[in-house]
């Protein structure tokens, strides 16, 4: 395969552009398939960039692999790594989040995962998920999504979920559903409901439009407080990652957090202008978590819905929001491609944080791209 040969050779060559390496990627991972071999590339790729917009991507792509071997001791690698003199942390936050995205979404395979592993990665992700170890917030609420994660498996309901053997991990099964209509491994479930096939289909028909405003207002109620009840009264966490987590000492906290993110992905999968609206006021009014505002920002991206693009503008513009944020609005407009978004992302090509000049170049590339697809469908109409 001539194409998959010189997009390896390109994502690891340092000469060519950002945006070269970064489609390069996506044609590694779609032509190549989620082997070990293109997996190898990924990693091979990460040291070859100073651009955290691309060690990122390739660390968030690895986990969509879920391969255990190879990988889940580079994430190890990535997550620890120190700089020469010792000081501080040799990957930027950024990274190492999606280092801990990634081994949740390895961890929550329903099987086949060893469970030597599984218990030493527990141990790892409750060393970053604690204050007096791990002294960035971010990470230490990713590594606490990421313990719940691996404790509420996933059910696939295309399959019955492989038994693993004697020596492997055996998730407690009957908790959560993968089925939503969008190809990633989320850090968290949607609700049940929002996981099941036909009551989504039931949302789309107009006769149950008040059905479902009701259903989003209970939603945004859950992104607002954190707060479980009506929503999903039996589903709130694992019984062993509440043991852990408060034994950890953070339960209400990072349980209002793993519930925010649950009706954030249940607004997803409901794909309505309304639920889309409801995830932007969430993404403008939270205080919360900076963390849960940039997966607000990258689920508006996976919607592409254009009632999103002026707030993503907004959130790109204000300068004292995180760059973890920025950075997923900025990719999020470039993949609405409406044209009123464009000014924005031309402008902040030149903002003081690298990641977002980077996010608001290739953005401007997919807004190119996807604008002449829409032309194109709407000429061929
Ligand atoms: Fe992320
Ligand atoms: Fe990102």
Request: proline share 0%; with cysteine; glycine share 8%.
């Given at each position: 395969m001539p194409d998959l040969a010189a997009a390896q050779a390109t994502l690891v060559d340092p000469q060519c552009s950002l945006d070269d390496r970064l489609r390069a990627l996506?044609?590694?991972?779609n032509e190549g398939g989620k082997t070990i071999e293109q997996a190898r590339v990924l990693m091979a790729a990460v040291d070859t960039t100073v651009s955290v917009l691309m060690q990122h991507e390739l660390l968030y792509n690895l986990g969509q692999f879920q391969i255990t071997d190879e990988v889940v001791p580079y994430m190890k690698y990535?997550?620890?790594?120190?700089?020469?003199?010792?000081?501080?942390f040799h990957y930027n936050v950024v990274s190492r989040h999606e280092a801990i995205e990634s081994l949740g979404a390895i961890l929550?395979?329903?099987a086949g995962v060893d469970a030597e592993m599984v218990e030493d990665l527990r141990q790892v992700l409750i060393d970053l998920a604690t204050e007096s170890i791990e002294p960035f917030v971010e990470i230490r609420e990713s590594a606490m999504l990421a313990l719940m994660r691996m404790d509420t498996p996933i059910l696939s309901t295309s399959s019955t979920p492989a038994a693993g053997g004697a020596s492997s991990y055996v998730a407690p099964t009957g908790v959560a559903s993968a089925v939503h209509p969008f190809v990633s491994v989320d850090p968290s479930p949607s609700f049940p409901a929002e996981a099941d096939d036909s009551i989504l289909k039931s949302y789309q028909s107009p006769e149950n439009k008040a059905r479902v405003q009701e259903r989003i207002a209970v939603l945004v109620k859950v992104l607002e407080t954190g707060v479980v009840s009506d929503a999903d009264p039996d589903c709130v966490m694992s019984p062993s990652a509440t043991e852990k987590a408060k034994e950890l000492g953070y339960y209400a906290d990072q349980c209002s957090l793993w519930n925010r993110y649950r009706a954030m992905f249940s607004l997803r999968n409901i794909n309505t202008a309304e639920s889309v609206l409801a995830i932007c006021d969430a993404l403008q009014k939270d205080t919360s978590s900076a963390l849960f505002r940039h997966e607000l920002a990258f689920v508006l991206g996976q919607l592409e819905h254009p009632v999103s693009g002026k707030v993503l503008g907004e959130v790109i513009e204000n300068v004292k929001e995180h760059s973890m944020v920025r950075h997923e609005?900025?990719?999020?407009?470039?993949a609405v491609a409406e044209a009123d978004g464009l000014a924005v992302l031309e402008k902040y090509c030149n903002d003081s944080e690298q990641i977002v000049v980077d996010s608001c170049v290739v953005a401007l590339e997919m807004h190119a791209y996807w604008s002449k697809f829409k032309t194109t469908t709407s000429t061929d109409e």
């Open positions: 996506y044609t590694v991972k990535i997550l620890s790594r120190k700089t020469a003199d010792g000081s501080t929550c395979r329903s609005a900025a990719e999020a407009l470039g």
